[in-house]
T-cell receptor, first 112, second 112 residues
Framework: KAGVTQTPRYLIKTRGQQVTLSCSPISGHRSVSWYQQTPGQGLQFLFEYFSETQRNKGNFPGRFSGRQFSNSRSEMNVSTLELGDSALYLC???????????FGEGSWLTVV | GESVGLHLPTLSVQEGDNSIINCAYSNSASDYFIWYKQESGKGPQFIIDIRSNMDKRQGQRVTVLLNKTVKHLSLQIAATQPGDSAVYFCAEIISGTYKYIFGTGTRLKVLA
């Protein structure tokens, strides 16, 4: 089985812009969650989707949003980018909520 | 906020020795725990998990121990190899929340 696939792997954006990151889960996995990883804060939970519904949400501002499609693929969007949004954004999938999650390689976002 | 802590941010171990990475979790309602390994530039990789109805689980060269009395989790790596060099995260899942809480990570350095 192919693993979790995230695109793009690397990107550079300017402050004030917006960005969309994409995640394709492992085949058959219906739960997709997103995490932000920075050296100072570690892995921070953003949100989790199951069957196109957001089931859980972390403590991030409304500039961070996401969605899940009927094929379980997911996107996250960050609007009005700030320098502090520079981070590795990780997507993870699992067969259903609460199971072991498997991570993709992440999307490295640099905001300049 | 809630967090899962690690006692040692960096652990240096001689090649061939055993490594022990510790983790203190905060919520007694957590019923599922996972260890992940993250190599530089990659996403976290699942190593081993344990449910709260167990106190020990063994994998290939790895053993996870769970002490619910003191809310402590450890990962033991036998005969540590250079390829084991990475950052190791523990995660707890609180029953009913489906939300993963990750520790800040411990960097394991294997010395030749």
């Amino acid at each position: 089985k192919a693993g979790v696939t995230q695109t793009p792997r690397y990107l550079i954006k300017t402050r004030g812009q917006q960005v969309t990151l994409s995640c394709s889960p492992i085949s058959g996995h219906r739960s997709v969650s997103w995490y932000q990883q920075t050296p100072g804060q570690g892995l921070q939970f953003l949100f989790e989707y199951f069957s196109e519904t957001q089931r859980n949400k972390g403590n991030f501002p409304g500039r961070f949003s996401g969605r899940q499609f009927s094929n379980s693929r997911s996107e996250m969007n960050v609007s009005t980018l700030e320098l502090g949004d520079s981070a590795l954004y990780l997507c993870a999938s699992s067969p259903r909520t609460g199971n072991t999650i498997y991570f993709g390689e992440g999307s490295w976002l640099t905001v300049v | 906020g809630e967090s899962v802590g690690l006692h040692l941010p960096t652990l240096s171990v001689q090649e061939g020795d055993n490594s022990i990475i510790n983790c203190a979790y905060s919520n007694s309602a957590s019923d599922y725990f996972i260890w992940y390994k993250q190599e530089s530039g990659k996403g976290p990789q699942f190593i081993i998990d344990i449910r709260s109805n167990m106190d020990k689980r063994q994998g290939q060269r790895v053993t996870v121990l769970l002490n619910k009395t003191v809310k402590h989790l450890s990962l033991q790596i036998a005969a540590t190899q250079p390829g084991d060099s990475a950052v190791y995260f523990c995660a707890e899942i609180i029953s009913g929340t489906y939300k993963y809480i990750f520790g800040t990570g411990t960097r394991l350095k294997v010395l030749a």
